[in-house]
């Protein structure tokens, strides 16, 4: 069945936003991107890391952080332009609850509030209520701890008494985290109660799903004009789950296809906000609220359905590039 009509401010038919994790984003690879995005009246989301990784990151040490000063005046002026700017975790790489503290502490400093939005990161241990921890249905949690190799107590910032503890804190200043993300553009046909809560999970106030797009192809793909048109149709809300550093921009500007999406999106009558405000406005209109077991356990078998195709074509493509 589907999920009610929603009546979006100004007369919009449909709301898109993108959630942009900061991994590997430098000024030079993001900035165009968000010039693309300024130009076009797209207000979107942006992660950020407040503090260095001086102990060095094997998979993101090209990556800016906010002791970098040209990339935090680049991502000051974007949030004076209208962009939101959220929390990422500390830094690159595991923090303990001091690095964590400090690193809230410096972004209440630069931006005058708390962190509202939060994305976990990679493996980061600190990662709230991830892992198999994200999770209910048994056999997916099983499946899930092969697929991945991890440990069960791999992931520990929910836990009390662990050295990675920063669960008081999230609940304190975090008001919205991502958790499951899907290969869907309209997330109300997933996940129509939008934001939620979870009484398993007390620690975050409201959990939210996202669209996923690795990057720059996986982005394209789900943008395709089909799906722009299904999006509007439908009156759907897309939070796309992206990071813009990987291959969004090449010699210093957007890739053609990806622009021309972008514009051609623009181009409709969207309500293009970023995630928070999108978030705020939900709750206020009702639709958001405590998850029905019926609705969680079906999005939990399609996230886990995404999770293992998108592994199977990993795979494939490194076999091809072999």
Same mark, same amino acid.
């Given at each position: 069945?589907?999920?009610?009509?929603?009546?979006?401010?100004?007369?919009?038919?449909?709301?898109? %936003?993108?959630?942009?994790?900061?991994?590997?984003? %430098?000024?030079?690879?993001?900035?165009?991107?968000?010039?693309?995005?300024?130009?076009?009246?797209?207000?979107?989301?942006?992660?950020?890391?407040?503090?260095?990784?001086?102990?060095?990151?094997?998979?993101?040490? /090209? /990556?800016?952080?906010?002791?970098?000063?040209?990339?935090?005046?680049?991502?000051?002026?974007?949030?004076?332009?209208?962009?939101?700017?959220?929390?990422? @975790?500390?830094?690159?790489? %595991?923090?303990?609850?001091?690095?964590?503290?400090?690193?809230?502490?410096?972004?209440?400093?630069?931006?005058?509030?708390?962190?509202?939005?939060?994305?976990?990161?990679?493996?980061?241990?600190?990662?709230?209520?991830?892992?198999?921890?994200?999770?209910?249905?048994?056999?997916?949690?099983?499946?899930?701890?092969?697929?991945? @190799?991890?440990?069960?107590?791999?992931?520990?910032?929910?836990?009390?008494?662990?050295?990675? &503890?920063?669960?008081?804190?999230?609940?304190?200043?975090?008001?919205?985290?991502?958790?499951?993300?899907?290969?869907?553009?309209?997330?109300?046909?997933?996940?129509?109660?939008?934001?939620?809560?979870?009484?398993?999970?007390?620690?975050?106030?409201?959990?939210?799903?996202?669209?996923?797009?690795?990057?720059?192809?996986?982005?394209?793909?789900?943008?395709?004009?089909?799906?722009?048109?299904?999006?509007?149709?439908?009156?759907?809300?897309?939070?796309?789950?992206?990071?813009?550093?990987?291959?969004?921009?090449?010699?210093?500007?957007?890739?053609?296809? %990806?622009?021309?999406?972008?514009?051609?999106?623009?181009?409709?009558?969207?309500?293009?906000?970023?995630?928070?405000?999108?978030?705020? &406005?939900?709750?206020?209109?009702?639709?958001? @609220?405590?998850?029905?077991?019926?609705?969680?356990?079906?999005?939990?078998?399609?996230?886990?359905?995404?999770?293992?195709?998108?592994?199977?074509?990993?795979?494939?493509?490194?076999?091809?590039?072999?």
């Amino acid at each position: 069945m589907a999920p009610p009509s929603l009546a979006f401010p100004e007369g919009r038919r449909f709301a898109f %936003t993108i959630m942009d994790d900061t991994d590997v984003a %430098t000024l030079a690879n993001v900035g165009p991107i968000y010039r693309l995005l300024t130009d076009l009246g797209m207000w979107t989301t942006k992660t950020v890391w407040p503090v260095d990784c001086p102990e060095g990151s094997k998979d993101f040490s /090209s /990556s800016s952080t906010l002791e970098d000063p040209e990339y935090l005046a680049f991502v000051l002026d974007l949030e004076r332009a209208g962009f939101e700017i959220a929390y990422h @975790g500390a830094t690159m790489e %595991t923090s303990l609850r001091e690095r964590t503290e400090r690193a809230i502490a410096r972004f209440v400093s630069l931006f005058r509030t708390p962190p509202r939005v939060f994305a976990n990161h990679s493996f980061n241990r600190e990662n709230l209520y991830w892992g198999t921890d994200r999770i209910d249905v048994g056999v997916l949690k099983f499946l899930y701890r092969r697929l991945s @190799g991890q440990p069960a107590d791999q992931y520990q910032g929910h836990r009390p008494g662990s050295p990675w &503890w920063w669960g008081d804190l999230a609940s304190a200043h975090v008001r919205y985290v991502r958790n499951l993300t899907f290969d869907e553009i309209d997330l109300r046909q997933v996940n129509p109660t939008l934001p939620y809560q979870d009484p398993r999970r007390t620690l975050v106030p409201w959990w939210f799903s996202a669209a996923d797009a690795e990057d720059v192809t996986a982005f394209n793909a789900l943008l395709n004009p089909e799906n722009q048109d299904r999006l509007e149709r439908q009156g759907g809300i897309c939070i796309v789950a992206t990071h813009l550093g990987k291959g969004f921009v090449t010699d210093g500007k957007v890739v053609a296809e %990806t622009e021309r999406l972008l514009r051609r999106l623009a181009a409709r009558p969207g309500w293009f906000v970023p995630v928070g405000t999108l978030l705020d &406005w939900l709750v206020a209109q009702g639709v958001a @609220g405590p998850l029905p077991e019926g609705e969680w356990r079906r999005m939990q078998w399609r996230w886990f359905g995404h999770l293992l195709a998108r592994q199977v074509r990993l795979r494939v493509a490194g076999l091809v590039a072999r």
